[in-house]
């Protein structure tokens, strides 16, 4: 249609990545490159643009010296937030109320950076515009460290935290022998309930390095007397040992470790606990049943925002899924999601698709059984030559008084 405005609105959703803005910037200069007339970003996701909250991303964004720092900027640069749309039926009013504001700005396509909550919004609101004939097209830019986006081979920000999570998981193996003491170190690593990122610790396991003794993953009941026994058991072959939990882990009845700790319950908007204290739990219980020097250190948001030693390749497939959504969106694609698609190791090479958010949203993809050892306390070889190539390549910062650079939103 003649005179028609091709604007575009992105946003970013749930945890933050080290990946997530280059993503932003794939959509951003994609769009841009392609012709879009403006590029808006909502400023905390969907719940700041149901307040009326965006900006103009090019008054941000002024420079190819933005675009490099941007990309190397951890967290959320529009701001981001874990809010959960009604159901349809249950609530036309918050879908009215956004498809104005859209359509108030000329909105073209709509792109959201997220997990599997976030592809839920993305399927209700292309789901509603299906359903009022609105020619706005909506797609999902797949993120999350904890790589549980199903389909997809693999999610940006994943090989980033990854190669975090094996580095310092190294460092932290070699601080363990600096005495001639026996001591148990326990790192706990996010993921929720997939094992992806813990498992990642194997990755230390190198020709100066033999990574963590034991791994444990969510995917596999928790036993905690069995894992009392297994420390008993290693004691006796070595001084220091290291054993990576992941966040998620839980015991037969589906209570997690953490929950055993005195911390208070929290959830957020879609229902999900936020889980910590494992590794502080477990370490007590060992301090208590085997008395030797113990230590828990929990990886929490660090292994998420440390952008100073970020994977080049995810770095680059970030963006990669940014630009395929807008090319996929300008075409007249609506309802998807960009996927990646693996097509072999060694070489890793590497496609983007596109697919259905309809079989996407809300589903949580675990690490297979056959990932995991036999005994339920390390990651296989097929695990390992998956994320390898992840982390492989590194994207320096760029450093202003001895320190990365970010960009950050300027105040209005
Ligand atoms: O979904 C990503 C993630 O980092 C999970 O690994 C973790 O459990 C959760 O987010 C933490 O949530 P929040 O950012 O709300 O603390």
Request: glycine share 8%; with cysteine; aromatic share 8%.
């Amino acid at each position: 249609m003649q005179g028609k405005k091709k604007n575009v609105i992105v946003g970013q959703s749930g945890g933050p990545t080290a990946a997530i803005n280059s993503s932003l910037v794939g959509v951003y200069k994609t769009a841009i490159d392609r012709g879009a007339d403006r590029v808006y970003g909502m400023l905390f996701g969907i719940q700041g643009l149901l307040e009326g909250k965006y900006v103009d991303l090019s008054e941000h964004i002024k420079n190819d010296l933005d675009i490099e720092i941007l990309k190397r900027t951890p967290s959320s640069f529009l701001g981001s937030c874990r809010y959960k749309l009604p159901e349809i039926e249950e609530n036309r009013e918050v879908y009215k109320k956004i498809f104005r504001i859209l359509e108030e700005l000329e909105i073209d396509s709509f792109f959201y950076i997220g997990g599997n909550d976030s592809m839920d919004t993305i399927k209700k609101l292309s789901d509603y515009g299906t359903e009022v004939h609105s020619p706005i097209r909506f797609m999902g830019v797949p993120k999350t460290i904890d790589n549980d986006l199903d389909v997809t081979d693999h999610t940006p920000g994943y090989g980033s935290a990854a190669k975090y999570i094996a580095s310092i998981t190294k460092e932290i193996i070699r601080d363990g022998l600096v005495y001639d003491l026996e001591s148990i170190t326990i790192i706990e690593i996010m993921g929720r309930n997939a094992g992806w990122l813990a498992g990642a610790a194997a990755l230390s396991n190198c020709e100066d390095c033999e990574g963590p003794d034991m791994i444990f993953l969510p995917e596999m009941d928790f036993d905690i007397e069995k894992f009392i026994e297994k420390v008993r058991n290693l004691q006796k072959i070595k001084k220091s040992i290291v054993i990576a939990v992941s966040e998620g882990i839980h015991l037969a009845d589906g209570r997690y470790i953490c929950e055993l700790t005195e911390t208070i319950d929290q959830t957020d908007s879609f229902g999900h606990k936020i889980l910590t204290g494992a590794a502080r739990y477990l370490a007590a219980k060992v301090i208590k049943e085997v008395g030797c020097k113990t230590r828990a250190i929990e990886f929490n948001t660090l292994q998420r925002c440390a952008s100073h030693i970020v994977s080049r390749v995810d770095i680059t497939e970030a963006f990669q899924v940014g630009g395929a959504a807008v090319k996929a969106a300008f075409e007249g694609e609506t309802g998807k999601m960009i996927i990646l698609k693996r097509i072999s190791d060694d070489p890793y090479i590497c496609v983007t698709d596109i697919f259905d958010i309809n079989k996407i949203a809300n589903v949580e993809k675990k690490v297979p059984r056959e990932w995991i050892n036999e005994s339920g306390d390390y990651v296989t070889q097929q695990f390992i030559n998956y994320v390898k190539p992840l982390i492989q390549s590194e994207l320096t910062p760029i450093m202003t008084n001895g320190l990365p650079r970010h960009l950050t939103l300027k105040d209005e």
